[in-house]
């Protein structure tokens, strides 16, 4: 092996060494771990449904509950559920309903993905919008629940009111209130 040969070998491997901290290694559809040389970080990624219910110009809001895929005393959109290992959005949303829609559930659009930090890694957020017009709200079982008008809801932004989810959401509802 001659000079040339070795210095092109030693900069093969220096690339290949930098490539191999900080590869992303997808150890499920859901893990996903950064492998340095110090060690291994992971990071759990949720996914999530969220459904907004948007009443001619005003958006239904409740407070959370012990149900809720995160906690809090907040105001919030009406329905949330985590998504399950390999289970399709569709399904999710199915599931979301069935108690309270055995026969018709709503007809929803998708609005919105976005990504989010949780306590224990990242959300991946589906957001979809139910479009009720100038209909009356449906029941939605025993849900203390109120209709916000975009002047209310940008007057309590940032004041703590409302979940930290709603308000990275509320730049694009507003484009549909």
């Not at 590869?23 to 990624?45: D, F």
């Amino acid at each position: 092996m001659d000079f040339a040969q070795i210095r092109i070998t030693i900069i093969v491997f220096v690339a290949l060494m930098a490539l191999v901290a900080y590869w992303m290694i997808a150890a499920t559809r859901r893990n996903s771990c950064r492998k340095s040389l110090s060690g291994n970080t992971c990071s759990q990624v949720k996914q999530r449904v969220r459904v907004a219910y948007i009443s001619s110009n005003a958006i239904l809001l409740c407070p959370r509950d012990e149900s809720a895929a995160l906690r809090g005393d907040n105001l919030d959109l009406p329905f949330e559920t985590l998504i399950g290992r390999h289970e399709k959005v569709e399904h999710a949303l199915a599931r979301m309903f069935a108690p309270l829609y055995r026969e018709n559930p709503p007809e929803v659009r998708f609005c919105l993905k976005h990504v989010s930090n949780c306590d224990d890694g990242f959300c991946e957020n589906y957001l979809f919008v139910v479009w009720c017009g100038d209909e009356e709200i449906p029941p939605l079982g025993n849900m203390n629940y109120k209709l916000w008008t975009r002047r209310q809801i940008e007057a309590n932004l940032g004041k703590g009111l409302f979940s930290r989810e709603f308000e990275e959401e509320y730049p694009h509802l507003r484009l549909v209130v």
